[in-house]
Nanobody, 115 residues
Framework: QVQVVESGGGLVQAGGSLRLSCAAS????????IGWHRQAPGKQRDLVAT???????NYVDSVKGRFTISRDNAKNTVYLQMNSLKPDDTAVYYC?????????WGKGTLVTVSS
């Protein structure tokens, strides 16, 4: 059974930082491309950043220079370091593990940025 679990969300003031964590099952982690997505109230879920099994990263333009995605293979965990947060970053953040043509989703963690 594959599990994907997010943590680290919370309430932060604009300009502040948070680090989200995504822990995935050991049996798939090393092969998976991990992505962080977010869904603001009343909006669709959008991709924020991805990191491949080899460590290649991609970011949506709106977070470039502010967010950093990284992975610790020894801990089966991917991190999303979020700096200079803005109220527009408020959303539920979801982790996705894509491996062997299958997508596994976590239940999400809420990030609220106050102005």
């Amino acid at each position: 059974q594959v599990q994907v679990v997010e943590s680290g969300g919370g309430l932060v003031q604009a300009g502040g930082s948070l680090r989200l964590s995504c822990a995935a099952s050991r049996n798939i982690f090393s092969f998976a491309t991990i992505g962080w997505h977010r869904q603001a109230p009343g909006k669709q879920r959008d991709l924020v950043a991805t990191i491949s099994s080899g460590g290649n990263t991609n970011y949506v333009d709106s977070v470039k220079g502010r967010f950093t995605i990284s992975r610790d293979n020894a801990k089966n965990t991917v991190y999303l370091q979020m700096n200079s947060l803005k109220p527009d970053d408020t959303a539920v953040y979801y982790c996705n593990a894509a491996v062997f043509g299958v997508n596994y989703w976590g239940k999400g963690t809420l990030v609220t940025v106050s102005s």
